[in-house]
């Protein structure tokens, strides 16, 4: 895969920071400072993040999304669990299907992320945007809870973990 790899300035840097902290509500300055180095690789569907040199966002046009890599802000999504038998589907990209919900730790509005996770190990496998209410998933018994974003297995995640592995 092609791909162009380029640092921003400190004061780009620190704009960037502040939005994403803004934009889900994560202090990351208490992780990063205004002069960690940040990096864009551009890639066919969009821009990786890294900080620090660890990718640690991805950026479409239209969408900002964290990467399953950074497991610290994994402690302030709200999380659905999925039966094994779900798992697969949604390793494939499938949305996730309120049949397949076993379990929903956090409450959450229509729009929000949400971490996928498995019943058997509690692993995050996926990041999901919510299309319910989390009061509404104990109400309907069928149809999707929440559109899959980024999963174990796609480009964004094979990208990211031969990244880092070098």
């Known amino acids: 895969m092609k791909f162009r ?3 921003i300035k400190s004061r780009e840097s620190k704009r960037l920071l502040f939005d994403i902290s803004k934009r889900f509500a994560f202090d990351l ?4 400072t205004k002069k960690s180095k ?3 690789i551009e890639i066919d569907n969009g821009n990786l993040i890294l900080i620090e040199g660890k990718p640690l966002f991805f950026k479409t046009s239209n969408l900002l999304i964290p990467t399953l890599l950074f497991t610290e802000f994994h402690s302030c999504l709200p999380r659905i669990t999925v039966d094994m038998g779900a798992i697969p589907f949604v390793c494939k990209g499938a949305n996730v299907m ?6 929903v730790d956090g409450d959450f509005k229509e729009g929000d992320l949400l971490l996928v996770v498995d019943e058997k190990h509690s ?3 996926a990041i999901a945007e919510s299309l319910l209410f989390s009061d509404e998933l104990c109400k309907i018994k069928k149809g999707v809870a929440a559109k899959n974003l980024h999963f174990v297995g796609d480009k964004i995640w094979n990208f990211a973990t031969k990244l880092i592995e070098k």
């Open 5 to 7: 790899r380029y640092s």
């Open 38 to 40: 940040i990096e864009f």
């Open 123 to 125: 692993k995050t496998i």
């Open 29 to 32: 300055q208490s992780f990063f």
């Open 98 to 103: 309120i049949p397949g919900i076993v379990g």
